[in-house]
């Protein structure tokens, strides 16, 4: 049955604007990333429960799908052309953008390596002022009766994040809109969202690398290797040993796609280290990490490894991906411009470390802010 | 080619759009046109520019043992430092004109114009 949702006509009040609204933000409240099916479920105001989020299905049991939202409209996006949504009459047209956007979401989540770069994703305004916090003498000491107790002391200081955008134009001619199937379409636009994926990726990587200031005050530690230009597993455990003794876990690697090669044909990576290969099995779950999360970015040369903690780093959001359309008549096409407002922010600069074989450990140790407290 | 290294010697600078790297106190060749990141870095004073060698006023000199830097970063960046300074004025035809002669005010003021090219020419070829 179609119809039976109302949206026919009200989908530009009831789903559209506050989908807007909700992705853009306020002065009092920054934009938040949603794709269509979960706005409808979670956060579009229901206009029959005043006061309450989330749209039902006409029976009013279920969170509303797209199917349901499609099923409503009497349309099967099978065989539906964006051409057909947008010449249908009434307020449904407005389902074309949020559509658009929505396969090219779907492209950026379905490869969302950045993500395993953050920590969390935190709406943000534009410029933010992070703080930072150092504890200074902060190991607790046996004191003695009623002797007093030393105070040790937490510095605080604040630092500023800008955040940029980042955008790209797509330009679809009528004979795209006219006659591709959504479904067929939705599959080339979420290259798009891959594309972008790839971009926050990269940016990820190089504020883990330069840190967020471009002051050069958060860049992260390079050590250098026993033997030079021969990375060895010793030389990954020291980083590791260093991790758990300044409460840090680098359980993340990355590596170019050459070191990677050389890094995974190391034998404690590639053959099975199984039992009774040693006279005492020590547990060493605490120091060295039993699953390391391995990624390959260009962004490092053919010696690089680089290590971090997931606490390391987080994204800030100004604006998710947002999408605007225009009508270049004389062209006979449809521009269409995608962009994010996002960055990156990193925490302790300890959590990050570089291993670089160039470099001889001799000269290139740990830097003062890796020193343990005790 | 102008060169850049960190600030702080202990990291790494890179940026993705030129895949330019400087390594801890390594010095590298800048890489222009520069990219935006790396433009901002020498702005904020993160990386710092190489002093080049001023050639054509006296013989290479070996660099000073401090590392001969400077973090005048942008403004650096923008003008021509590798060019040679301005070559000095001519002081000599003023200087000529200001000295007291045996001639009279007359007579100078007769030969002065003929005088004064000859002196500027010299003067250029400096």
Known sequence: MSGELGLFDNFREVVFDPLQAFLIGSETRPGREADLETFLQKYAPNPLKKGTCGLTNAAGNAPLTLNDLFQDLGQDPRHMTLNNLVSISGDVRYLAPALVRDFIVEGLESNARYRDLINASLPSTLTVTSPWIQYLDANPQPIGEAERVPMSKITWGEKTVRITKKAIGLETTDEIVMACPLNLLGQYLAEVGIELSDTLFTNGVTCLINGDQAGGADTAAIIGVTTQNALVYKDLLRVFSRGARINVNYVNMLTNEEESNNILDMDVFKTQQGLGGTMINVDTKRVVPSNLRHRISEQFTDDQVMFFDTRAMNELVGRPVMIENERIIMRQINGTAVSIIQGFTTMKRAHRVIIDKSLAWSGNKFPSWMTPRT | ?126
């Open chain 2, 1 to 126: 080619m102008k060169r850049i290294k960190l600030k702080d010697p202990s990291g790494m600078f890179r940026d993705p759009a030129t895949g330019q790297t400087v390594i801890k106190g390594e010095e590298a060749d800048l890489i222009e046109p520069v990219g935006r990141l790396t433009q901002d870095w020498l702005n904020a004073g993160g990386l710092l520019l190489v002093n080049p060698d001023k050639k054509p006023l006296a013989p290479k000199l070996p660099p000073a043992e401090d590392g001969n830097v400077t973090d005048e970063g942008s403004a650096l960046l923008d003008s021509d430092v590798t060019a040679s300074p301005p070559p000095p004025q001519a002081p000599e035809a003023k200087s000529e004109e200001k000295k007291p002669g045996r001639l009279s005010g007359m007579l100078r003021r007769k030969k002065a114009p003929a005088k004064k090219a000859p002196a500027k020419k010299s003067a250029a070829k400096k």
